[in-house]
């Protein structure tokens, strides 16, 4: 299994199959599971073997699965899989910290993630310094001696800053601090964050993994000891855990997960290249155009891929940015990203509602900026839709 390439990996990777030897995997909807006798319970409490299982908080032989094929997928150990990204990225954190702890973390974040640096680790003393995540400057004046642990978004949301995995790790690791990073719109196909430095990546499955829209997830990646001496324990005794259900779906993304990643993110860079000269635009931002900031990077970090999604700043504010979203027939509006339809969100007034205008400010959230996730439609119907929504915008 180790020499298949990766899309033998997605399609087979994992694979346990049942009694009845089903083609298709099975999702085993189980809470538990009977013990011959009393004494094999007894046996399996106090160690439990790879095809051994307690209670579906603790493991279930399709979650396993998927722990599996995604760990094949990243090059890592060992995989736990979580209820949604944010189960994932909480494990991932608290299952390290404790009070007195110092944390150096960028200040572009998903804002479920900004909550728990910015407001739930506080609580437990837990102190956290927020840097610019590209300026490897700041990261290098932040870490300290008592530094436990640094957290970064690969690519920031929504205005698609990519930050230096090996760099950063560098960093981190001279003063022996833990590297977690949250890898979702860097999208496991094109980023190998752990190769790349980090000692920990989480993923919410929500977005590509699933792909279609379906179902909540997550997944922590690292070494075996960390998933199972740190991350595990505090997972299956907090309650996070991934259904079976939505496992499997996870699951079956994973077989399309490279074909579908490739086809939008193809699919992004010519509407990034189509769009980016409209006169309704102040800027077209897509990590995998020439004029980004760190498209440098995107080559050695992403292999040249720039991503699914791309964001617009529109002419005219959020009157201009209303407009062009209602002026949309084929993109929908909402706040997913990673799905086979493509998705347009306005996180000045949605995900990033909660920001002070300082701080959207400092990061790019302007009243003008539409973030859009590239899906499986036609390009050249998405680009005509855009332009039109474009041109629309301004009227
Ligand atoms: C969506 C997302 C999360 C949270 O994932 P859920 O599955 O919604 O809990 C975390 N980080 C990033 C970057 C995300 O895009």
Known sequence: MDNWNTRTKLVHGGTRRSQYNEVSEAIFLTQGFVYDNAEQAEARFIETGPDE???????NP???????????LEGAEDAFATASGMAAVNGALTSVLKAGDHVVSAKALFGSCL??????????????????????????????????????????????????IK?????????????????????????????????????????????????LGGVVLGTKDFIRGTLEPYMKHTGGSLSPFNAWIMLKGLETI????????DAALKLAEAVQGHPALIRAIYPGLKNHAQNALVQTQLGGKGGTVLSLDIKGGKEAAFKFLNAMTIAVISNNLG????????PATTTHQRLSDELKDELGISPGLVRFSV?????????????????????
């Open 62 to 72: 399709t979650v396993s699965m998927f722990e599996q094929r995604i760990a094949l």
């Open 115 to 164: 909550h728990i640096l910015e407001n739930i680790l506080s609580n437990f003393g837990v102190e956290v310094t927020f840097v610019d995540g590209p300026n490897l400057d700041e990261w290098r004046a932040a870490v300290r001696p008592d530094t436990k642990l640094c957290f970064f978004e690969s690519m920031s949301n929504p205005t698609l800053e990519v930050i230096d």
């Open 53 to 59: 299982f307690i209670y579906a908080r603790y493991g």
């Open 167 to 215: 760099g950063v790790s560098e960093i981190a690791h001279s003063v022996g601090a833990l590297v977690v990073v949250d890898n979702v719109f860097s999208t496991p196909v094109f980023s190998k964050a752990i190769e790349q430095g980090a000692d920990v990546v989480v993923y919410s499955a929500t977005k590509h993994i699933d792909g279609q829209g379906r179902a």
């Open 258 to 265: 490279d074909l579908r990643v490739r086809a939008q993110a």
């Open 339 to 346: 799905d086979a339809k493509s998705i347009a969100t306005h």
């Open 375 to 395: 899906g499986l439609e036609d390009a050249d119907d998405l680009i005509a839709d855009l332009s039109a929504a474009l041109d629309a915008s301004q009227l």
